[in-house]
C-alpha cells in the first residue's frame, strides 16, 4: 500500500485497485481506518478522536490531491505524496 503522507504519527496510503467510493487509509499505532475522499465520512475501522480530527482536517485541504492520487491508484501508478499537517 503506497504511503501518500505521514503526520504525527500518522499514516495516510492508499491500495491500488480499491474499491468505490474514493477513499484512503489512516493508521496511528494500532488504530486503522478507511475515510471517504469527498464527504470525509468515516467507512470502517476507528481512530482515536483527536488524531481522526487531524486527518480530517488534512482530508478537507488536500481533497483535490486525494482525488487525483485516487485515480492513479486505480491505473495501477503510484501515488504522488502530499503535504503533511502541519
Not at 495516510?12 to 470525509?40: L, N, Q, V
Amino acid at each position: 500500500m503506497p504511503e501518500i503522507s505521514r503526520f504525527f504519527g500518522i499514516i495516510i496510503a492508499m491500495y491500488h485497485s480499491e474499491h468505490a467510493p474514493p477513499h484512503f487509509h489512516a493508521r496511528y499505532g494500532s488504530s486503522k481506518a478507511a475515510i471517504a475522499i469527498e464527504t470525509c465520512a468515516l467507512l470502517e475501522g476507528s481512530l482515536p478522536p483527536r488524531v481522526l480530527g487531524m486527518v480530517m482536517e488534512w482530508a478537507v485541504a488536500h481533497r483535490q490531491e486525494l482525488l487525483e492520487d485516487w485515480e492513479l491508484c486505480r491505473l495501477h501508478a503510484l501515488p504522488k505524496p502530499i503535504h503533511p499537517l502541519e
